[in-house]
Protein backbone atom coordinates (compact mmCIF):
# COMPACT_ATOMS: atom_id res chain seq x y z
CA UNK A 1 0.00 0.00 0.00
CA UNK A 2 2.83 2.47 1.19
CA UNK A 3 6.96 2.62 0.00
CA UNK A 4 9.43 4.59 0.56
CA UNK A 5 12.75 4.73 -0.14
CA UNK A 6 15.40 6.70 0.81
CA UNK A 7 12.77 9.46 2.07
CA UNK A 8 14.49 12.75 3.06
CA UNK A 9 13.14 16.13 4.18
CA UNK A 10 14.56 19.27 5.29
CA UNK A 11 12.71 22.35 5.87
CA UNK A 12 15.48 25.12 5.37
CA UNK A 13 18.76 23.31 6.20
CA UNK A 14 17.62 21.47 9.12
CA UNK A 15 17.05 17.75 7.97
CA UNK A 16 13.30 16.55 10.44
CA UNK A 17 13.03 13.01 8.24
CA UNK A 18 16.31 11.26 7.07
CA UNK A 19 16.58 8.05 4.67
CA UNK A 20 13.67 6.94 5.62
CA UNK A 21 12.28 3.05 4.05
CA UNK A 22 8.68 2.21 5.08
CA UNK A 23 6.68 -0.83 3.82
CA UNK A 24 3.32 -1.31 4.64
CA UNK A 25 0.86 -4.07 2.84
CA UNK A 26 -2.43 -3.90 1.68
CA UNK A 27 -4.64 -4.61 4.80
CA UNK A 28 -2.01 -3.66 7.50
CA UNK A 29 -2.52 -1.07 10.39
CA UNK A 30 0.41 0.29 11.49
CA UNK A 31 1.07 2.62 14.47
CA UNK A 32 4.06 5.12 13.67
CA UNK A 33 4.86 6.23 17.18
CA UNK A 34 7.69 9.22 17.89
CA UNK A 35 8.10 12.26 20.01
CA UNK A 36 6.26 15.11 19.62
CA UNK A 37 7.86 17.67 17.27
CA UNK A 38 10.04 15.06 15.07
CA UNK A 39 8.01 15.18 11.86
CA UNK A 40 4.82 12.79 12.13
CA UNK A 41 2.49 15.73 10.68
CA UNK A 42 5.01 16.47 7.67
CA UNK A 43 5.88 12.53 6.99
CA UNK A 44 1.54 11.85 6.43
CA UNK A 45 1.47 15.80 4.42
CA UNK A 46 4.33 14.10 2.35
CA UNK A 47 2.32 10.54 2.07
CA UNK A 48 -1.07 12.31 1.06
CA UNK A 49 0.81 14.36 -1.37
CA UNK A 50 0.23 18.17 0.35
CA UNK A 51 4.03 18.23 0.59
CA UNK A 52 5.93 17.60 -2.62
CA UNK A 53 9.22 19.12 -2.39
CA UNK A 54 11.41 15.99 -0.53
CA UNK A 55 13.80 13.88 -1.83
CA UNK A 56 13.12 9.90 -2.46
CA UNK A 57 10.78 7.96 -3.66
CA UNK A 58 7.00 7.72 -2.06
CA UNK A 59 4.88 5.09 -3.47
CA UNK A 60 0.56 4.63 -2.56
CA UNK A 61 -0.48 1.89 -4.55
CA UNK A 62 -3.91 3.67 -3.86
CA UNK A 63 -5.68 7.02 -4.79
CA UNK A 64 -8.44 6.52 -2.38
CA UNK A 65 -6.60 7.96 0.50
CA UNK A 66 -8.52 9.80 3.29
CA UNK A 67 -6.32 11.90 6.36
CA UNK A 68 -7.84 12.99 9.70
CA UNK A 69 -5.57 15.45 11.08
CA UNK A 70 -4.65 16.74 14.74
CA UNK A 71 -6.76 19.45 14.45
CA UNK A 72 -10.41 18.79 13.20
CA UNK A 73 -10.49 21.96 10.66
CA UNK A 74 -14.44 21.40 9.91
CA UNK A 75 -15.97 23.55 7.12
CA UNK A 76 -17.14 27.03 9.40
CA UNK A 77 -20.60 27.31 6.98
CA UNK A 78 -21.53 23.27 6.62
CA UNK A 79 -23.70 21.81 9.26
CA UNK A 80 -22.22 18.59 11.47
CA UNK A 81 -24.37 16.31 8.40
CA UNK A 82 -22.86 18.32 5.61
CA UNK A 83 -19.54 18.35 7.04
CA UNK A 84 -19.23 14.52 7.26
CA UNK A 85 -20.81 14.11 3.78
CA UNK A 86 -18.10 16.85 2.54
CA UNK A 87 -15.96 13.85 0.95
CA UNK A 88 -18.74 12.57 -1.08
CA UNK A 89 -19.22 15.66 -3.16
CA UNK A 90 -15.83 16.14 -3.57
CA UNK A 91 -15.70 12.66 -5.05
CA UNK A 92 -19.05 13.14 -6.93
CA UNK A 93 -20.50 9.93 -5.32
CA UNK A 94 -23.76 9.77 -4.69
CA UNK A 95 -25.92 9.77 -1.80
CA UNK A 96 -27.73 6.52 -1.77
CA UNK A 97 -28.72 4.05 0.98
CA UNK A 98 -25.34 2.45 1.22
CA UNK A 99 -23.92 5.76 2.41
CA UNK A 100 -26.40 6.25 4.34
CA UNK A 101 -26.08 3.24 6.25
CA UNK A 102 -22.64 4.08 6.92
CA UNK A 103 -23.26 7.81 8.02
CA UNK A 104 -26.25 6.56 10.51
CA UNK A 105 -23.36 3.79 12.08
CA UNK A 106 -21.07 6.69 12.14
CA UNK A 107 -23.80 8.91 13.70
CA UNK A 108 -24.55 6.65 15.90
CA UNK A 109 -21.02 5.76 17.47
CA UNK A 110 -19.65 9.57 17.85
CA UNK A 111 -22.90 9.72 19.91
CA UNK A 112 -23.88 13.21 17.13
CA UNK A 113 -27.82 12.39 16.96
CA UNK A 114 -29.81 15.50 17.84
CA UNK A 115 -26.32 17.42 16.53
CA UNK A 116 -26.62 16.75 12.58
CA UNK A 117 -27.68 20.11 12.43
CA UNK A 118 -25.36 22.33 14.13
CA UNK A 119 -22.74 24.27 13.00
CA UNK A 120 -19.01 23.83 14.11
CA UNK A 121 -18.92 26.92 16.54
CA UNK A 122 -21.66 25.03 18.49
CA UNK A 123 -19.65 21.62 18.78
CA UNK A 124 -17.20 21.17 22.10
CA UNK A 125 -13.61 19.82 20.92
CA UNK A 126 -14.82 16.29 20.96
CA UNK A 127 -17.61 16.38 18.85
CA UNK A 128 -15.72 18.65 16.50
CA UNK A 129 -12.58 15.61 16.22
CA UNK A 130 -16.03 13.35 15.74
CA UNK A 131 -17.25 14.79 13.04
CA UNK A 132 -13.83 14.46 11.34
CA UNK A 133 -13.20 11.37 11.79
CA UNK A 134 -16.35 10.24 10.81
CA UNK A 135 -15.92 12.82 7.58
CA UNK A 136 -12.84 10.59 6.96
CA UNK A 137 -14.18 7.13 6.85
CA UNK A 138 -17.59 8.05 4.90
CA UNK A 139 -16.17 7.44 1.38
CA UNK A 140 -14.75 4.16 2.26
CA UNK A 141 -11.25 4.83 1.68
CA UNK A 142 -8.28 1.81 1.29
CA UNK A 143 -5.93 3.68 3.10
CA UNK A 144 -6.16 6.11 6.19
CA UNK A 145 -3.95 7.99 7.51
CA UNK A 146 -4.30 9.28 11.05
CA UNK A 147 -2.47 12.10 12.45
CA UNK A 148 -3.02 11.56 16.17
CA UNK A 149 -7.06 12.15 15.90
CA UNK A 150 -8.26 11.19 19.33
CA UNK A 151 -6.34 13.65 21.15
CA UNK A 152 -9.74 15.87 22.33
CA UNK A 153 -11.92 12.87 22.40
CA UNK A 154 -12.55 11.44 26.07
CA UNK A 155 -11.24 8.05 26.81
CA UNK A 156 -14.96 5.84 26.75
CA UNK A 157 -16.13 7.36 23.20
CA UNK A 158 -12.22 7.04 21.90
CA UNK A 159 -12.82 3.28 22.93
CA UNK A 160 -15.80 2.89 21.16
CA UNK A 161 -15.04 4.89 17.85
CA UNK A 162 -11.40 2.09 17.65
CA UNK A 163 -13.65 -0.62 18.34
CA UNK A 164 -15.91 0.04 15.36
CA UNK A 165 -13.12 1.00 12.98
CA UNK A 166 -11.71 -2.29 13.59
CA UNK A 167 -14.99 -3.97 13.60
CA UNK A 168 -16.44 -2.15 9.89
CA UNK A 169 -12.86 -2.07 8.33
CA UNK A 170 -11.09 -4.58 8.71
CA UNK A 171 -9.15 -4.86 5.45
CA UNK A 172 -8.34 -1.50 5.23
CA UNK A 173 -4.71 -0.17 5.35
CA UNK A 174 -3.99 2.33 8.00
CA UNK A 175 -1.10 4.50 9.08
CA UNK A 176 -1.63 5.57 12.65
CA UNK A 177 0.47 8.25 13.71
CA UNK A 178 0.58 9.40 17.45
CA UNK A 179 2.87 9.74 20.65
CA UNK A 180 0.23 8.54 23.37
CA UNK A 181 1.27 5.04 23.98
CA UNK A 182 -2.14 3.81 24.99
CA UNK A 183 -3.60 4.17 21.85
CA UNK A 184 -1.19 1.73 20.11
CA UNK A 185 -2.00 -1.28 20.85
CA UNK A 186 -5.55 -1.00 19.85
CA UNK A 187 -5.70 0.16 16.61
CA UNK A 188 -2.01 -1.74 15.10
CA UNK A 189 -0.73 -4.87 14.26
CA UNK A 190 2.64 -3.10 13.82
CA UNK A 191 4.58 -0.35 15.22
CA UNK A 192 7.22 1.63 13.90
CA UNK A 193 9.17 3.01 16.65
CA UNK A 194 11.27 6.04 16.33
CA UNK A 195 13.00 6.84 19.69
CA UNK A 196 14.18 10.24 19.39
CA UNK A 197 13.51 11.45 15.81
CA UNK A 198 13.03 10.57 12.45
CA UNK A 199 16.90 10.61 11.59
CA UNK A 200 18.15 8.10 12.11
CA UNK A 201 15.98 5.11 11.37
CA UNK A 202 12.90 3.12 13.32
CA UNK A 203 12.45 -0.08 15.04
CA UNK A 204 9.80 -2.08 14.09
CA UNK A 205 7.45 -4.42 16.58
CA UNK A 206 4.73 -6.99 15.31
CA UNK A 207 2.17 -7.34 17.85
CA UNK A 208 0.67 -10.84 18.12
CA UNK A 209 -2.82 -11.27 18.67
CA UNK A 210 -2.10 -13.11 22.24
CA UNK A 211 -0.06 -10.42 23.53
CA UNK A 212 -2.63 -7.85 25.79
CA UNK A 213 -2.37 -3.90 26.19
CA UNK A 214 -0.41 -3.64 29.01
CA UNK A 215 2.47 -6.00 28.08
CA UNK A 216 2.41 -4.37 24.55
CA UNK A 217 2.99 -0.91 26.19
CA UNK A 218 6.05 -2.38 28.78
CA UNK A 219 7.60 -3.99 25.63
CA UNK A 220 7.87 -0.48 23.90
CA UNK A 221 8.64 1.28 27.17
CA UNK A 222 11.76 -0.94 27.43
CA UNK A 223 12.34 0.34 24.03
CA UNK A 224 12.48 3.64 24.64
CA UNK A 225 14.46 3.96 27.98
CA UNK B 1 -37.10 33.54 14.90
CA UNK B 2 -32.84 33.79 15.39
CA UNK B 3 -33.20 35.90 11.49
CA UNK B 4 -35.83 38.41 13.61
CA UNK B 5 -33.74 38.46 17.00
CA UNK B 6 -30.61 39.62 15.12
CA UNK B 7 -32.74 42.09 13.18
CA UNK B 8 -34.21 44.21 16.16
CA UNK B 9 -30.63 43.64 17.92
CA UNK B 10 -28.51 44.90 14.31
CA UNK B 11 -31.44 48.33 14.59
CA UNK B 12 -30.45 48.32 18.70
CA UNK B 13 -27.08 48.96 17.46
CA UNK B 14 -27.42 51.57 15.44
CA UNK B 15 -29.50 53.28 16.90
CA UNK B 16 -27.34 53.25 20.30
CA UNK B 17 -24.47 54.66 18.03
CA UNK B 18 -27.36 57.43 16.64
CA UNK B 19 -28.29 58.83 20.29
CA UNK B 20 -24.87 58.78 21.39
CA UNK B 21 -23.81 61.07 18.74
CA UNK B 22 -26.91 63.18 19.12
CA UNK B 23 -26.25 63.44 22.96
CA UNK B 24 -22.71 64.56 22.02
CA UNK B 25 -23.14 67.04 19.63
CA UNK B 26 -26.40 68.01 22.21
CA UNK B 27 -23.60 68.46 25.08
CA UNK B 28 -21.17 70.43 22.63
CA UNK B 29 -24.22 72.64 21.33
CA UNK B 30 -24.06 73.95 24.50
CA UNK B 31 -20.91 75.58 24.02
CA UNK B 32 -21.81 77.81 21.33
CA UNK B 33 -24.06 80.23 19.95
CA UNK B 34 -27.02 78.63 18.20
CA UNK B 35 -25.38 80.22 14.47
CA UNK B 36 -22.11 78.72 14.97
CA UNK B 37 -23.08 75.04 16.34
CA UNK B 38 -27.25 74.93 16.12
CA UNK B 39 -28.22 71.96 18.72
CA UNK B 40 -29.92 68.95 17.23
CA UNK B 41 -33.37 70.23 19.34
CA UNK B 42 -33.18 73.44 17.55
CA UNK B 43 -32.71 70.91 14.08
CA UNK B 44 -35.49 68.59 15.05
CA UNK B 45 -37.73 71.65 16.05
CA UNK B 46 -37.49 73.12 12.68
CA UNK B 47 -38.00 70.12 10.41
CA UNK B 48 -40.72 71.35 8.68
CA UNK B 49 -39.10 74.21 7.52
CA UNK B 50 -36.25 72.69 6.17
CA UNK B 51 -37.31 69.62 4.76
CA UNK B 52 -38.77 70.97 1.24
CA UNK B 53 -39.72 69.11 -2.19
CA UNK B 54 -36.32 70.78 -3.48
CA UNK B 55 -34.30 68.62 -0.91
CA UNK B 56 -36.33 65.12 -1.49
CA UNK B 57 -35.67 65.72 -5.49
CA UNK B 58 -31.92 66.38 -4.23
CA UNK B 59 -31.59 63.50 -1.72
CA UNK B 60 -33.04 61.42 -4.42
CA UNK B 61 -29.76 62.35 -6.61
CA UNK B 62 -27.42 61.81 -4.51
CA UNK B 63 -28.64 58.18 -3.09
CA UNK B 64 -28.49 57.27 -7.08
CA UNK B 65 -24.96 58.84 -7.03
CA UNK B 66 -23.72 56.69 -4.30
CA UNK B 67 -25.73 53.87 -5.45
CA UNK B 68 -23.83 53.89 -8.74
CA UNK B 69 -20.87 54.74 -7.55
CA UNK B 70 -20.06 52.11 -4.83
CA UNK B 71 -22.48 49.32 -6.89
CA UNK B 72 -18.94 49.43 -9.18
CA UNK B 73 -16.36 49.88 -6.82
CA UNK B 74 -17.61 47.05 -4.56
CA UNK B 75 -17.78 44.90 -7.46
CA UNK B 76 -14.11 45.59 -9.15
CA UNK B 77 -12.19 46.01 -5.44
CA UNK B 78 -13.54 42.80 -4.16
CA UNK B 79 -12.64 41.33 -7.47
CA UNK B 80 -9.19 42.69 -7.28
CA UNK B 81 -8.59 41.60 -3.81
CA UNK B 82 -9.78 38.28 -4.39
CA UNK B 83 -7.57 37.56 -7.47
CA UNK B 84 -4.90 39.81 -5.91
CA UNK B 85 -4.89 37.26 -2.80
CA UNK B 86 -5.72 34.21 -4.83
CA UNK B 87 -2.76 34.90 -7.20
CA UNK B 88 -0.35 35.60 -3.99
CA UNK B 89 0.25 39.08 -5.36
CA UNK B 90 -1.48 41.62 -2.91
CA UNK B 91 1.29 42.72 -1.47
CA UNK B 92 2.16 44.55 -5.39
CA UNK B 93 -1.16 45.31 -5.94
CA UNK B 94 -1.81 46.95 -2.91
CA UNK B 95 1.24 49.51 -3.29
CA UNK B 96 -0.54 50.59 -6.64
CA UNK B 97 -4.08 50.44 -4.66
CA UNK B 98 -2.68 52.84 -1.70
CA UNK B 99 -1.08 55.40 -5.20
CA UNK B 100 -4.51 55.93 -5.88
CA UNK B 101 -5.95 55.60 -2.53
CA UNK B 102 -3.42 58.94 -1.34
CA UNK B 103 -5.06 61.40 -4.34
CA UNK B 104 -6.75 64.22 -2.74
CA UNK B 105 -10.23 63.83 -3.61
CA UNK B 106 -10.36 67.94 -4.87
CA UNK B 107 -7.92 67.42 -7.03
CA UNK B 108 -9.20 64.05 -8.72
CA UNK B 109 -12.70 66.31 -8.14
CA UNK B 110 -11.60 69.29 -10.76
CA UNK B 111 -9.52 66.64 -12.84
CA UNK B 112 -12.70 65.48 -13.59
CA UNK B 113 -14.87 68.62 -13.72
CA UNK B 114 -12.63 69.20 -16.62
CA UNK B 115 -12.69 66.02 -18.17
CA UNK B 116 -16.81 65.20 -17.31
CA UNK B 117 -18.14 68.64 -16.86
CA UNK B 118 -20.58 69.29 -14.37
CA UNK B 119 -23.24 66.78 -13.23
CA UNK B 120 -23.58 62.77 -12.16
CA UNK B 121 -20.40 61.88 -13.59
CA UNK B 122 -18.23 63.65 -11.52
CA UNK B 123 -19.27 62.41 -8.26
CA UNK B 124 -19.85 59.04 -9.53
CA UNK B 125 -16.19 58.64 -10.91
CA UNK B 126 -15.01 59.78 -7.65
CA UNK B 127 -16.61 57.39 -5.62
CA UNK B 128 -15.20 54.73 -7.91
CA UNK B 129 -11.55 55.85 -7.85
CA UNK B 130 -11.01 56.27 -4.44
CA UNK B 131 -12.99 53.83 -2.98
CA UNK B 132 -12.01 50.80 -5.27
CA UNK B 133 -8.72 51.06 -3.89
CA UNK B 134 -10.27 50.85 -0.38
CA UNK B 135 -12.64 47.52 -0.83
CA UNK B 136 -9.56 45.82 -2.70
CA UNK B 137 -7.40 46.66 -0.65
CA UNK B 138 -9.71 45.41 2.72
CA UNK B 139 -10.62 42.55 0.22
CA UNK B 140 -6.90 41.16 0.45
CA UNK B 141 -6.10 41.71 3.52
CA UNK B 142 -9.44 40.15 5.34
CA UNK B 143 -8.68 37.21 3.06
CA UNK B 144 -5.02 36.65 4.00
CA UNK B 145 -6.67 34.47 7.19
CA UNK B 146 -7.76 32.03 5.28
CA UNK B 147 -7.30 28.77 7.11
CA UNK B 148 -4.99 27.00 5.16
CA UNK B 149 -5.61 23.65 6.92
CA UNK B 150 -9.05 23.76 5.19
CA UNK B 151 -7.20 23.79 2.01
CA UNK B 152 -5.26 21.01 3.08
CA UNK B 153 -8.77 19.18 4.24
CA UNK B 154 -9.95 19.15 0.35
CA UNK B 155 -6.44 18.46 -1.34
CA UNK B 156 -6.17 15.68 1.07
CA UNK B 157 -10.02 14.11 0.38
CA UNK B 158 -8.93 14.17 -3.62
CA UNK B 159 -10.28 17.98 -4.03
CA UNK B 160 -9.33 20.11 -7.05
CA UNK B 161 -7.93 23.64 -7.16
CA UNK B 162 -11.68 24.90 -7.89
CA UNK B 163 -12.91 22.85 -5.01
CA UNK B 164 -10.30 24.51 -3.17
CA UNK B 165 -11.33 27.68 -4.35
CA UNK B 166 -15.32 26.90 -4.04
CA UNK B 167 -15.48 25.44 -0.52
CA UNK B 168 -12.73 27.53 1.68
CA UNK B 169 -12.00 31.24 -0.39
CA UNK B 170 -15.60 32.05 -1.73
CA UNK B 171 -17.17 31.25 1.32
CA UNK B 172 -14.22 33.17 3.21
CA UNK B 173 -15.38 35.92 0.83
CA UNK B 174 -18.69 36.93 2.64
CA UNK B 175 -17.88 38.56 5.70
CA UNK B 176 -15.30 40.34 4.13
CA UNK B 177 -17.77 41.38 1.35
CA UNK B 178 -20.23 42.67 4.45
CA UNK B 179 -17.19 44.60 5.53
CA UNK B 180 -16.55 45.74 2.34
CA UNK B 181 -20.17 47.34 2.22
CA UNK B 182 -20.74 48.96 5.33
CA UNK B 183 -16.78 50.68 5.30
CA UNK B 184 -17.27 51.13 1.50
CA UNK B 185 -20.96 52.95 1.77
CA UNK B 186 -19.56 55.38 4.06
CA UNK B 187 -16.81 56.18 2.80
CA UNK B 188 -19.09 56.58 -0.54
CA UNK B 189 -21.26 58.65 1.23
CA UNK B 190 -18.46 61.28 2.21
CA UNK B 191 -17.07 61.10 -1.63
CA UNK B 192 -20.34 62.42 -2.91
CA UNK B 193 -20.24 65.36 -0.84
CA UNK B 194 -17.22 66.24 -2.11
CA UNK B 195 -17.95 65.78 -5.80
CA UNK B 196 -21.45 67.30 -5.47
CA UNK B 197 -19.63 70.44 -3.82
CA UNK B 198 -16.69 70.70 -6.27
CA UNK B 199 -18.46 69.90 -9.64
CA UNK B 200 -22.61 69.74 -9.48
CA UNK B 201 -25.64 71.75 -9.07
CA UNK B 202 -27.72 68.72 -7.44
CA UNK B 203 -27.55 66.89 -4.87
CA UNK B 204 -26.76 67.20 -1.20
CA UNK B 205 -22.96 67.76 -1.27
CA UNK B 206 -24.48 70.85 -3.41
CA UNK B 207 -27.03 71.71 -1.19
CA UNK B 208 -24.15 71.96 1.45
CA UNK B 209 -22.14 73.79 -0.29
CA UNK B 210 -24.64 76.21 -0.33
CA UNK B 211 -25.83 76.50 3.23
CA UNK B 212 -22.18 77.28 3.75
CA UNK B 213 -21.74 79.90 0.86
CA UNK B 214 -24.64 81.76 3.24
CA UNK B 215 -23.35 80.42 6.47
CA UNK B 216 -26.94 78.90 7.14
CA UNK B 217 -25.74 76.47 9.68
CA UNK B 218 -28.76 75.21 10.91
CA UNK B 219 -28.88 73.79 6.82
CA UNK B 220 -25.58 73.01 7.54
CA UNK B 221 -26.36 70.86 10.16
CA UNK B 222 -29.03 69.51 8.74
CA UNK B 223 -27.82 68.33 6.20
CA UNK B 224 -25.46 66.80 8.37
CA UNK B 225 -27.55 64.88 10.19
CA UNK B 226 -29.61 63.48 7.07
CA UNK B 227 -25.95 62.00 5.99
CA UNK B 228 -25.65 60.53 9.20
CA UNK B 229 -29.38 59.31 9.28
CA UNK B 230 -28.83 57.81 5.15
CA UNK B 231 -25.38 56.16 6.30
CA UNK B 232 -27.06 54.06 9.60
CA UNK B 233 -29.87 53.43 7.27
CA UNK B 234 -27.91 51.80 4.53
CA UNK B 235 -25.70 49.97 7.29
CA UNK B 236 -28.81 48.36 8.26
CA UNK B 237 -30.09 47.38 5.25
CA UNK B 238 -26.30 45.72 4.46
CA UNK B 239 -25.79 44.23 7.98
CA UNK B 240 -29.37 42.59 6.95
CA UNK B 241 -29.13 41.05 3.79
CA UNK B 242 -26.17 39.39 4.96
CA UNK B 243 -27.75 38.04 8.26
CA UNK B 244 -30.77 37.05 6.49
CA UNK B 245 -29.03 35.49 3.18
CA UNK B 246 -25.65 34.65 4.48
CA UNK B 247 -25.66 34.04 8.39
CA UNK B 248 -23.83 30.80 8.17
CA UNK B 249 -21.01 32.02 6.24
CA UNK B 250 -20.11 35.10 9.25
CA UNK B 251 -19.24 32.33 12.02
CA UNK B 252 -15.93 32.48 10.22
CA UNK B 253 -14.62 34.60 13.29
CA UNK B 254 -14.87 31.90 15.46
CA UNK B 255 -14.04 28.74 13.53
CA UNK B 256 -11.95 26.05 15.52
Keep these: MLKTKNLCKKYDEDPIIHDLNMHLKRGEKVCLFAPSGTGKTTLIKIINGLITNYQGKVEVSSKNISTIFQSPDLFWYKTVKENILFPLQLKNIKFDSKIDKIYQAWIKTTELHNKEHLYPHELSGGMKQKVALARGFIFNPDFILLDEPFNSIDIRAKEKIINFILEHYPQKSFLFVTHNLEEIPKLADKIFLFKKDMLSGFKEIIIE ?8 IKNIFEELY | MKHIKIFFSTIKENLIAFFAFLIIWQISSLFFQDFIVPSPILIFNNFETLITDSLLNNLEITIFRILTGFSIAFIIGSIIGFLSNLFRIRESVNTVLILFQVLPGTVLGIIYLLIFGQGNAVPVAMIITLTTPLIAINTGN ?5 NQELEDVVYSLGGTYWDAIRSVHLPALVPVLRSNGTLGLGFALKIVILGEFIASETGLG ?51
Design chain 2, 142 to 146: SLLNI
Design chain 2, 206 to 256: YLLNVSKIYFNMRSVFFYLLLIIIIMLIFQIIINLIFVIFFEKYLFQTNIQ
Design chain 1, 209 to 216: ESEDSSTI
